[in-house]
Antibody, heavy 128, light 107 residues
Framework: QLQLQESGPGLVKPSETLSLTCIVSGGSVTSSSFYWGWIRQPPGKGLEWIGSIYYSGSTYYNPSLKSRVTISVDTSKNQFSLNLSSVTAADTALYYCSRDFADCGGDCQPSYYYMDVWGKGTTVTVSS | SYELTQPPSVSVSPGQTASITCSGDKLGDKYAYWYQQKPGQSPVKVIY???KRPSGIPERFSGSNSGNTATLTISGTQAMDEADYYC??????????FGGGTKLTVL
């Protein structure tokens, strides 16, 4: 059974870079038709999609965060990572990683795409 | 950018039918997905590709999508169904879009 585990610092200073890793077990990041994504949820608020990556390195990013986000994948370690630069208090949230199912992978435009499995989430607070 | 709109809250009596809507421009031309999130838990998909139910999700959960509106329907609502529900779609320019979420209260 696929499991996802987020890891990283729980506290980040303003203007610094937030870095999280999602360790994948019970499955491979190189599986076809699966993307690997990040979603966040500010305290008491709704879900905000951050972005996702295919094992080939193809990425999709939320346009509102694109200038600050980098998602990468390490197939040798079976994990993927999120970097969010120049953080502010508005980036304080519960961060989830996910396995996403799509009808195509890589440089193509899916006709369907959804979050198939979610991690338990990790809380990141931005504060000095 | 593409947006999905949900009512902030819906209330239903136990045993009755709850309907949660999700509106977006020509949403019926896309697939709609629904996630259930209970307090302190990660979201779980309850409907995918408009009306398909994952294994383990009770038959009382159903979905539809036409025109500008997708609807999640819970028949014979139970107290355990009280949760936040989020719709989601894929847009060619915005990629993944979530609705703002609907808090379902069973009272």
């Amino acid at each position: 059974q696929l499991q996802l585990q987020e890891s990283g610092p729980g506290l980040v200073k303003p203007s610094e870079t937030l870095s999280l890793t999602c360790i994948v077990s019970g499955g491979s990041v190189t599986s076809s038709s699966f993307y690997w994504g990040w979603i966040r949820q500010p305290p008491g608020k709704g879900l905000e999609w951050i972005g996702s990556i295919y094992y080939s390195g193809s990425t999709y990013y939320n346009p509102s965060l694109k200038s600050r986000v980098t998602i990468s994948v390490d197939t040798s370690k079976n994990q993927f990572s999120l970097n969010l630069s120049s953080v502010t208090a508005a980036d304080t949230a519960l961060y989830y990683c996910s396995r996403d199912f799509a009808d195509c992978g890589g440089d193509c435009q899916p006709s369907y795409y959804y979050m198939d499995v979610w991690g338990k989430g990790t809380t990141v607070t931005v504060s000095s | 950018s593409y947006e999905l709109t949900q009512p902030p809250s819906v209330s239903v009596s136990p045993g009755q039918t709850a309907s949660i809507t999700c509106s977006g421009d020509k949403l019926g031309d896309k697939y709609a997905y629904w996630y259930q999130q209970k307090p302190g838990q990660s979201p779980v998909k309850v409907i995918y590709q408009d009306n398909k139910r994952p294994s383990g999700i009770p038959e009382r959960f159903s979905g539809s999508n036409s025109g500008n509106t997708a609807t999640l329907t819970i028949s014979g609502t139970q107290a355990m169904d009280e949760a936040d529900y989020y719709c989601q779609a894929w847009d060619s320019r915005t990629s993944v879009v979530f609705g703002g979420g609907t808090k379902l209260t069973v009272l």
